[in-house]
C-alpha cells in the first residue's frame, strides 16, 4: 500500500495551470512546474503523468473554470448576446489580475517547437472546435430569423474568433481592460456584419 499524498491534487493543478498559462507549454520546466505545485518529479509522474498529461489536465481545468464563459455564452438566446457575452468574458479573463495575462490556449502554443508539435496540434483542434461550436450556434440563430439568411455562418465564427485570439494577443502586450472593452464595443455597434 502507497503513502499517501501529502498535498491538495486541486491546488496543484490550479497552480501548474498558472504556470503553463504563462510560460506556454514548452517554457514550462519540470523544475518550474514542481516547485510552483510544492511536490517532487515523482509525486508528479506519480499524481498526473508526465508533462503531456499534465497540461491536458491543466487545460480541461482552464476551459472549465476561468474559460468557462465560452460555454455560458452559447446558452445566449440571442447571436448578439452571445458574442456580447463571449468577447466581455474574453476581456476579463484575459486581463484577470489574479491570473497570467492572455489566454491558455493562445500561450500554450505559440511557442511550441517540434518536440511540442503534439500539444500544438491539440490546441489548434480545441481552437477549431469552439469555432466549430459558434457556426453552430450562428446556424441556429439564422434558423431562429435572429440573422439574415444571408449571413455566412463560417465566416462569422472565423471573424468572432478572430476578433477573441486578437484581443488575448493584446493582452499579453499590455493592452489594459478598458482598451479591449472598447474593442468589443465596435463589434457590436457593427453587428452583424452582414447584409441583411
Known sequence: ????????????LE???????????EGASMADLTEAMGITKPSLYAAFGNKEELFRKAF???VDGPAGYAKLALLQPTARAVIERLLYGEVDAVTDPDCPAGCLSINGALTCGDAAESIKQELMTRRAQGEDDLRQRFERAQAEGDLPDSADATTLARYISTIAQGIAVQAVGGAKRD?????????LMTWPPVAA
Open 1 to 12: 500500500m502507497g503513502r499517501p499524498r501529502e498535498f491538495d491534487l486541486d491546488q496543484a
Open 15 to 25: 497552480n501548474a495551470l498558472h504556470v503553463f498559462w504563462e510560460k506556454g507549454y
Open 60 to 62: 480541461d481545468s482552464y
Open 179 to 187: 482598451e479591449l472593452k472598447k474593442i468589443v464595443e465596435m463589434v
